[in-house]
């Protein structure tokens, strides 16, 4: 073979070697391009799923935060207007039981309030006799109201009871006024007072008197 003809044969195993390493090399950088772009779509899912996450749990604790922080105003005021309602009733049975002392000075009408007070005595207690109890300083008006129970009593019943009037055991000095219906041989003790009768009246007629001043409870499922 000539100089020539090796030159030519050198030439072409150059040019096909060099045509292989660049379709080989162009085979791998094809290679490390789709391994490049899946690694990155691989990252690119890793880190949008984070930052998914991330938000969705911020997202949460902002949304819970703000429940609870709806929460606490709601029973902050909720306590509020319960504690400016609760002042309202309050001061309205204050307001009651400063007036309770005037009752008495209208005699008239004072000795038909202890008749009634007495009479339901009368009737709780169904005793032949009976002790009433009461102000030193009123003595005169309830013996009056003692004898128009008495009266009436025998009226609605057609029976005789007997009616005293304990002056060993007399209501305080500084009670509003009423009377305590006493039986059994003193054992059993209905106290008919003023203060007593409103008491029961700021526990039993409270509820009314809620409903009358703010109006009726929505969230209230079950009533007395």
Do not use: H, W
């Not at 604790?61 to 400016?84: E, Y």
């Amino acid at each position: 073979m000539s100089d020539d003809q090796v030159s030519s044969e050198l030439k072409k195993m150059t040019m096909f070697i060099r045509q292989e390493a660049l379709e080989k090399s162009k085979e791998i950088q094809i290679k490390a391009d789709e391994e490049f772009a899946i690694e990155k779509s691989k990252l690119v899912r890793q880190e949008t799923s984070s930052i998914d996450s991330q938000y969705e749990k911020r997202f949460k604790q902002a949304s819970m935060s703000q429940q609870i922080t709806r929460s606490t105003l709601a029973n902050k005021t909720r306590l509020k207007v319960l504690s400016a309602r609760q002042e309202l009733l309050d001061d309205l049975f204050e307001k009651a039981r400063t007036k309770l002392k005037g009752f008495a000075d209208d005699k008239k009408k004072y000795q038909e309030i202890c008749k009634n007070l007495i009479l339901e005595g009368l009737y709780a207690l169904n005793e032949n006799k009976v002790a009433v109890r009461a102000k030193k300083d009123e003595y005169d008006v309830v013996k009056k109201s003692m004898e128009d129970a008495k009266k009436e009593y025998k009226e609605n019943l057609s029976k005789e009871i007997a009616i005293e009037l304990d002056e060993k055991n007399p209501q305080p000095e500084g009670c509003s006024g009423g009377v305590s219906i006493v039986g059994t041989n003193g054992k059993v003790d209905i106290n008919n007072t003023f203060e007593e009768r409103l008491k029961l009246l700021e526990t039993d007629a409270l509820p009314m008197v809620r409903t009358q001043l703010f109006g009726k409870n929505e969230n209230r499922r079950f009533y007395d």
